[in-house]
């Protein structure tokens, strides 16, 4: 006897296909929302489903929901369109955004697997970007930022990335490694404390 | 500007409302939903909204699909309906009747608050269990299984159900307390041990 109902098994399956979420959650996300009655059921659905009204920027891959293919961002004349930050996330790039520190535009990489092998649609994304940069810069951007992380996976990931991109900017440039603001010293790792001392100033 | 579109923060917003899903979590699931493209967002909408064709069992408050009011253990004929067990929850359920060791029935009361103050719906299905009891088992149940978490929560909920129930069955007994079955002695907590020498044999 099996006993959960097909309905339920079947979003069981396909919500434990989400990242970080794993079967046993999946079950408890199910009879959770079964417990919270039709109403919740019907809105978390109509929500997941307006999600296909969602843009992709064809420069940048962000989300959009503008009339033309280019995001907010994208098409705003008080971006410096030719400074580029690479990031692998959306997320990344909302909390560079949050800084209001950046007034260039992004480039939306994908998550790169830990092999630093691209997938075909990241290649079609970067084959995207030098077309931009060739046909709208004049061959060079004037700098790309590669926002990725600082760990050594992140440092790889970089050195494969300046191959392919260093004939199309003036300057290729990563994000500054040190103190985190708000951090103590004494509780500093020795890699990060080693390149505050590096990058003093 | 906010760079959200609309329906991604709805998601993210209804999203961030299920259990153990913080905002974080929910702006990484939307992205990723988005980025599986159109048919896997309807594929998941759907599968969200089936969720209503579910039935809740009258009696014990799992779910079904029969055309009837009751689940499958609720209908069974193998199964000792004079015997019950009182669970929180549908996947603790899910996890004893994996055991293929109880043939009686469940009874889901809901997870019990902190304070141990039951909910009103917790009350009702509470009043429930006891008409059932009355009307069908005529007045007493072989026995009550209170199936809660060997924690002191449990243990206090447990107390508390104990004086709402204990006119309504012949017994009334809890999981028994020992050595986890493939645990080592050596890592056992005093607790854990202490149960298993006082309930040895």
Redesign the interface.
């Known amino acids: 006897?099996t006993?959960?109902?097909?309905?339920?098994k079947?979003?069981v399956d396909?919500?434990s296909k989400?990242?970080?979420?794993g079967p046993?959650?999946a079950?408890?996300?199910?009879?959770?929302?079964?417990?919270r009655g039709?109403n919740s059921?019907?809105?978390?659905?109509?929500?997941?489903?307006?999600?296909?009204?969602?843009k992709?920027c064809e420069h940048c891959f962000?989300?959009?929901?503008n009339s033309g293919p280019l995001c907010?961002?994208c098409v705003s004349k008080n971006r410096n369109q030719k400074v580029i930050m690479v990031v692998e996330?959306?997320?990344d790039?909302?909390s560079l955004?949050k800084t209001n520190k950046f007034s260039g535009r992004y480039f939306i990489l994908?998550t790169i697997h830990k092999t630093g092998i691209l997938e075909e649609w990241q290649k079609l994304r970067l084959t995207n970007l030098k077309k931009f940069i060739q046909k709208e810069l004049g061959s060079e951007a004037e700098e790309i930022i590669l926002a990725f992380n600082p760990t050594s996976q992140g440092d790889y990931n970089a050195s494969l990335i300046v191959k392919e991109l260093k004939p199309f900017a003036k300057k290729i440039s990563r994000l500054g490694r040190g103190l985190p603001v708000g951090g103590e010293i004494e509780f500093a790792d020795d890699d990060t404390l080693g390149a505050a001392l590096e990058r003093r100033g």
Do not use: C, N
């Not at 006993?3 to 339920?8: A, C, D, G, N, S």
């Not at 079950?27 to 417990?35: E, K, Q, S, V, Y």
């Not at 059921?41 to 296909?52: F, P, Q, T, Y």
């Open positions: 006897m006993l959960l109902p097909e309905p339920l079947r979003l396909r919500l989400l990242p970080s979420i046993r959650q079950t408890r996300l199910a009879f959770h929302l079964i417990g039709e059921i019907r809105s978390l659905a109509s929500g997941v489903d307006d999600l296909r009204k969602i992709i962000f989300v959009h929901q907010d961002i996330k959306e997320t790039l909302l955004e994908g």
